[in-house]
């Protein structure tokens, strides 16, 4: 069987009790985390998730990953998108131009089983239908990067953003992920999605990857090479079952794009500068419905729980985005008249 993109030796340690974006709560194999609902924007740099409960990623994967130290990682949810946030300062950066192995560079990898299926054997039929392997780095040139899904070249439109950043000896990576049902990975247009919301439990999961120079004193497996994780557990490249379970915490109200817990100009605004999109869109940007699409059925989403500035349902929009959310309603109705 073809390898992916780590190795599988690990070693399953129960009992542990880490508070960690949230409460440690009893319940799966791998116990649960909580995630609560946010934003971010992708680009590297992480100074919009200063305030994120930030997952430790102390325990040794596999071999020596010493050269690494402050991993640590961190995610956010909206109904159609998984971020994740992760760094670390690695003393000594190994950058490939492509993904050239396993072992063979710095790197990070997300696991997501949005589903919940826990599937054993996802990655075995090569289409990673069930559950999704990213593994993502920079590639040595500036504000460059590479990302894989296993070990294969990434669809087009499977992943809505992912950027990696070098910033001295620390590595930056930020993704916004959809929450797969089921992947198709011949057209990822046409995969399913699962609507996240409170009280759900996905599972979510990060290993670290680095490369450094031989250490002729390390009794390692591998002398130069290493990975960190939170929990240390067999087999994640092709078992969902030992991903972490993370519960869903919190709620979001439709049509607040920037989940600041009203529906009023800003998410307008934001509805407004992408829309007609017609594809790759996401709740950050007005879609609404999970169709990919910002249109005038995402606005009468949001017309229809708009609470300007946080007060009750009903309240009035400004005058400008109360023309525009009339407009669209008024050809919204025509066309429903039409059919």
């Known amino acids: 069987m073809t390898r992916a993109c780590f190795g599988t030796v690990g070693v399953l340690r129960g009992g542990l009790l880490i508070l960690l974006v949230g409460v440690w709560l009893a319940g799966g194999a791998m116990g649960e985390l909580q995630i609560s609902p946010g934003i971010a924007t992708v680009d590297g740099n992480l100074g919009d998730w200063a ?32 971020y994740v946030a992760v760094t670390g300062v690695d003393a000594d950066h190994r950058f490939t131009e492509s993904n050239q192995g396993w ?12 589903a919940n299926k826990n599937v054993v054997g996802f990655a075995d039929p090569g289409n990673w239908k069930d559950a999704q392997q990213y593994c993502g780095a920079p590639n040595g040139t500036p504000g460059g990067e590479w990302l894989i899904l296993g070990y294969v070249p990434l669809p087009e439109g499977t992943v809505p953003a992912f950027e ?40 979510l999961d990060v290993v670290i990857d680095t490369k450094h120079a031989w250490d002729p ?9 290493g990975m960190l994780c939170y929990l240390n557990s067999t087999d994640k490249w092709n078992d969902a079952s030992v991903f972490i ?20 100009d800003t998410d307008a605004s934001i509805l407004g500068s992408n829309w007609q999109l017609q594809s790759g869109a996401i709740w950050a940007m007005g879609d609404f419905n999970g169709d990919q699409k910002v249109n005038d059925q995402d606005a009468a989403i949001m017309a229809a729980h708009w609470t300007a500035g946080g007060g009750a349902e009903g309240s009035v929009p400004e005058p400008s985005t109360l023309a525009l959310l009339l407009g669209i309603l008024a050809s919204l109705a025509c066309m429903r008249r039409k059919r």
């Open 51 to 82: 305030e994120a409960n930030w997952i430790a990623m102390n325990d040794t994967f596999y071999s020596d990953p010493s050269d690494v130290t402050g991993a640590k990682w961190a995610a956010r949810w909206t109904p159609d998108t998984i």
């Open 103 to 114: 072992d063979q560079q710095d790197s990070v990898e997300i696991f997501v089983d949005a």
């Open 164 to 203: 990696a950043t070098v910033v001295g000896a620390t590595i930056n990576y930020e993704f916004a992920l959809r929450p797969y049902n089921e992947y198709n990975i011949n057209n990822p247009a046409a995969s399913t999605v699962v609507t996240l919301s409170g009280g759900m439990t996905v599972g």
């Open 217 to 225: 004193f390390s009794a390692a497996d591998d002398p130069t090479f």
């Open 245 to 264: 379970d993370q519960v869903l915490v919190g709620s979001v109200l439709p049509g607040d794009a920037n989940l600041d817990g009203a529906v009023n």
